[in-house]
């Protein structure tokens, strides 16, 4: 593939328990020939409820 390539990654909270972490979107680009990773980043909002392990 020749050029640079842009990932949009957009996070909705539907799978956690509400307010525990806002809806986020964010873009990447990975410049032509570009190998490796991005970091997503979601910033969660601390709470005092006492809750199970979740996953996105």
Do not use: H
């Not at 972490?21 to 873009?27: C, L």
């Not at 991005?38 to 996953?55: H, N, R, S, W």
């Amino acid at each position: 593939m020749q050029g640079d390539v842009v990932v949009d990654v957009s996070f909705v909270n539907t799978t956690t328990e509400p307010g525990d972490f806002n809806s986020a979107t964010q873009s990447f680009t990975f410049s032509n020939g570009e190998k490796g990773t991005k970091e997503v980043v979601i910033a969660t909002i601390d709470d005092e409820t006492l809750e199970l392990d979740e996953t996105l």
